[in-house]
């Protein structure tokens, strides 16, 4: 029998990292998608390797009491992959992404901590609240969402997890030929944005749209041109204006850039007058608010990578002449411009973490306080190892529900330097 065909009646364990969950069958692994812990369910396998099976749980035989009927109608087996716990209660949905990241620090770094998943402002219901939303586009030119683990795509007619803004647009309601992909943006600001990626040699036909938004087009690697309106959405954190370039990056939750800042600075603690770096900074969020803190007799330094988040951080802080920002990868760039110490440092690096390499340069530092802010609970574990290593200690960590119905869980770490 192919593996894909194979159903397998399970009991269903505890929740892994990445929306699954656990379970055995004759002393194999197997992980299991739209099933919760406790639950008997028949599942359909869709993978095998030497090591495990992956499957979809395809009939509930006994329900969690934590269960209930997703609301969109593109969530289950085989269908939309962007969402993958629409069929647990929010309450639920916290209590797993709290238990992936309590084993998380336990597996790989040893670390034993009770951790609370907390809601962010914006979203009570979990729904409405992405910004920032990505269609692949077939070769007919139809969008939708590609399923889970495959290049095969859902078509849908709407977003339940897509800001009402995102949706007023009504980008899923058209054909786009000679696109690959279509992002819709819809900033706090007030602006909205569709950045259109083409096809190799390909132009792409912009339909009409419900909404009035720019029409920018995705060159690769991060670069992007408007076709239409302006190149630049304006975000904004409390009293503050971001100016963010096309599809550089920002939270997309709209709760999400405020509750993260405060959750750093609380735990930055920084002073008049002291000297901080943030690193992977991107438009500049965490370095204006350090930036306000240290006040003029204080600095900060901020790093990042991307030419257009660069000039945008240094459009947004040019009224805090205490920051700076420059362009480079911090495995050089600290090097290069002879940072050897700090009063605090913030981290906030992609998914892949820092690395050995990273955590190394940052422990150098010396500084008596790292923030770090993660969205991998796993990069997150083992570079909190590595830095106990090097003499720092877990303190604090507070985790944030920025991604209600996926697997997502936003992380802010307080690491502080062991009396020598």
């Not at 998943?117 to 920032?132: F, I, K, N, Y």
């Not at 899923?172 to 000679?178: S, T, Y």
């Not at 938004?213 to 041109?225: E, F, H, M, P």
């Not at 303190?395 to 209600?404: I, M, S």
Request: net charge negative; glycine share 10%.
């Amino acid at each position: 029998m192919e593996a894909e065909q194979a159903s397998l009646e399970l009991t269903v364990g505890p929740v892994a990292h990445g929306g699954w969950c656990v379970a055995r069958h004759e002393g194999r692994v197997v992980f299991v998608r739209h099933a919760l812990p406790g639950e008997r369910v028949v599942a359909a396998v869709t993978e095998e390797t030497t090591r495990f099976l992956r499957a979809d749980a395809v009939e509930i035989l006994e329900p969690s009491p934590d269960r209930v009927v997703p609301p969109c109608p593109y969530a289950g087996p085989g269908r939309c992959g962007g969402c993958d716990w629409q069929h647990a209660t929010l309450e639920a949905q916290r209590a797993l992404k709290a238990d992936v990241v309590a084993e998380q620090l336990r597996r790989l770094a040893g670390i034993d901590r009770k951790v609370v998943v907390e809601e962010v402002p914006g979203a009570p219901d979990g729904l409405g609240w992405r910004t920032r939303v990505q269609f692949a586009v077939r070769g007919d030119g139809v969008p939708g969402f590609r399923k889970h683990r495959s290049h095969d795509i859902q078509p849908v007619d709407a977003c339940l997890i897509a800001h009402p803004e995102v949706e007023a647009v009504g980008a899923e309601l058209r054909e786009w030929p000679g696109a690959a992909g279509v992002e819709v943006i819809a900033a706090t600001g007030g602006d909205r944005a569709v950045v259109v990626k083409p096809r190799p040699r390909r132009t792409v036909a912009v339909p009409d749209l419900d909404a009035p938004a720019s029409i920018l087009v995705d060159q690769g690697k991060g670069r992007t041109v408007p076709r239409r309106g302006p190149g630049v959405l304006r975000e904004r954190v409390g009293d503050r204006e971001f100016r963010v370039s096309g599809s550089g990056f920002w939270q997309v939750h709209p709760g999400a850039a405020e509750t993260l800042l405060d959750a750093v600075l609380t735990f930055a603690a920084p002073e008049p007058g002291e000297w901080a770096l943030d690193l992977y900074c991107g438009v500049g969020l965490f370095a204006a608010g350090l930036a306000e803190a240290v006040g003029p007799e204080g600095a900060v330094f901020g790093l990042e990578s991307e030419e257009a988040a660069v000039r945008d951080a240094r459009a947004n802080l040019r009224d805090l002449p205490q920051a700076r920002i420059e362009r480079g990868r911090v495995e050089e760039a600290l090097d290069r411009f002879q940072i050897e110490r700090a009063d605090v440092v913030v981290v906030d690096p992609p998914r892949s973490g820092l690395g050995r390499e990273v955590v190394d340069r940052v422990a150098s530092l010396e500084a008596p306080r790292v923030v770090y802010v993660s969205c991998d609970p796993a990069t997150l574990a083992r570079d909190v190892a590595w830095l106990g290593e090097r003499g720092y200690d877990l303190a604090d960590l507070r985790a944030f529900d920025a991604f209600p119905q996926t697997h997502h869980v936003e992380c802010v770490a307080l690491l502080v330097r062991r009396p020598i």
